[in-house]
């Protein structure tokens, strides 16, 4: 069982930065890929970026077209914390941003995760 919490949301002019973490609970954090997806009011819950486990061969990043550029998706296995940096933020990315945790090479779906937090709001404001 893993456990997730959120938090670094908040409210942010246009173009203006947040950086949001993930705290997961257990100590086989390393072997999860890890995602970020958001809901914005009145959408469907949308892929934002994935990394993947720490396997031998290093980590692989995914980002949605949409934020490539501007997020950077990292992870600190020693703190059992993935982040996401959110840079130029954007009116559009006002959303509910959820971290997910997940086992199978599947990274852009959430049917690719099996644990999700609870979410951290960000609104960005034009």
């Known amino acids: 069982q893993v456990q997730l919490v959120e938090s670094g949301g908040g409210l942010v002019l246009a173009g203006g930065s947040l950086r949001l973490s993930c705290a997961a609970s257990g100590r086989t954090f390393s072997s999860y890929n890890m995602g970020w997806f958001r809901q914005a009011p009145g959408k469907e819950r949308e892929f934002v970026a994935a990394i993947t486990w720490s396997g031998w061969s290093g980590e692989y990043t995914y980002y949605a077209d949409s934020v490539k550029g501007r997020f950077t998706i990292s992870r600190d296995n020693a703190k059992n914390t993935v982040y996401l940096q959110m840079n130029s933020l954007k009116p559009e990315d006002t959303a509910v941003y959820y971290c997910?945790?997940?086992?199978?090479?599947?990274?852009?779906?959430?049917?690719?995760?099996?644990?999700w937090g609870q979410g951290t709001r960000v609104t960005v404001s034009s």
């Open positions: 997910a945790a997940g086992t199978v090479s599947y990274y852009r779906g959430a049917a690719g995760y099996d644990y």
